[in-house]
């Protein structure tokens, strides 16, 4: 089961799933390549302390708001 990391109003700062140790946090850097549309993940492995990957994807929210 997974747990959601939130600040106290709510803002979604990560996702844990303890199972495998693996936390999740959304980034906000264009450097990253996040932008209007686009959503950006980063992985850490939490037993080792070593981040894993970068995952990108289309935000079909944003991009039905804009048109």
Sequence with gaps: MT???RCPNRKLFGIID???GILEVKCNSARCGARFGVVILHRFDLHK???LETRSFLDPIK???RS
């Design 49 to 51: 302390g070593i981040f």
């Design 63 to 65: 991009l039905k708001e």
């Design 3 to 5: 747990s959601e990391l």
């Design 18 to 20: 303890p199972e495998d």
